[in-house]
């Protein structure tokens, strides 16, 4: 997602007629969350999430989703080097008051909401956004993966709360020389520093391209399921799937779960590289479909075209094909698992 407009901010699968084949079984079925086969489960009970990309590590407290009815909150971390995970509110080096992890966590709980720990910048400065880079090529590559494995051991007993690797890794057009090969490579680096830290949570493995290519899931997705158990890839939804035939987005679709690819869309709006697309057709299939989202972006800013709430706090219609009241009309919808 292009931050420009940011300031500083186990269930057993219910058997029907046809048993599916899963990668990896559950230990047990009661895991308080859990994947099992392409969905996602509460103990026993299958679920859509159905959120939004929040900025609580500025402003910790997330009582005002509740009336969307918002289960899911994708927390933007800007600062993962100096982000605390407990303790007081922190200034960090670019002006910008932190607050921790576990408060951020603590609140979304209280208002029983998932929490996704999603790292998307390293110091807070626009040159270390995770978008778009070749992991291992950055500077902070082996720092990130001591950061994660704090995270980790941090979160191993709250499983509610779901680490994601890394915010919308390589380049949309493929020109850094990325293959599947690197990606598979890079996700098993990162899975393996969290499971190794004793964490049993969900993880959220990005795909590629800045999280649009789901490709690399049909090619490589059951290659890095083996062995592994409570994994959803997040796949972001712009231009790569909103300015696409209706049909062929379907089709897209139906060939992840036929796949039995369990995955989130972490992110949609109408807005991210300069054309205004119209969001309704996707959201209306994802729906439909049982599958989960989240929105890009849970802020106060009528000027934001992608921000779902303008100033007032009322769904921001401005320019944007009327994305929050859509948004917020999807969220108030019964959940179709």
Known sequence: MNFSSITLLLAIVLYSCKKKQYAAEPENYTTEYSIVGD??????????????????????????????????????????????????????????????????VDSNRKNKRVTIICPFRWDGLAPTDFTGKMPRQTFWWNDLKIKLQQWAIHFKDQPDVW???????????????????IWLSDMNELTAIIRNSGNKNIIAVPCAEQGQDESVLINKGAAFLKDKSNIIFDIHAYEKWLLVPAVQ????????????????????????????????????????R?????????????????????AQGLPNDKSNNQWGSTYKALCLKARKP
């Open 39 to 104: 969905k996602i489960f509460n103990y026993k009970n299958p679920l859509q999430l159905i959120g939004a990309n929040a900025l609580h590590v500025f402003s910790a407290g997330s009582s005002d989703m509740n009336s969307w009815n918002i289960d899911i909150a994708r927390e933007f971390v800007g600062n993962v080097k100096e982000s605390p995970v407990t303790g007081n509110v922190l200034l960090d080096g670019t002006g910008a008051y932190l607050h921790p992890l576990q408060s951020v």
């Open 163 to 181: 680490i994601e690797l890394w915010n919308e890794p390589y380049r949309y057009d493929r020109a850094d020389g990325y293959t599947d090969d």
């Open 249 to 288: 987005m379907g089709n897209r679709l139906q060939l992840l779960q036929q796949n039995n690819l369990p995955v989130i869309f972490g992110e949609t709006a109408p807005l991210n590289a300069g054309v205004l697309m119209d969001k309704k057709p996707f959201l209306d299939s994802l729906y439909n």
């Open 290 to 310: 049982g599958l989960s989202v989240c929105a890009w972006v849970w802020k106060n800013d009528g000027n934001d075209t992608d921000a779902l709430l303008d």
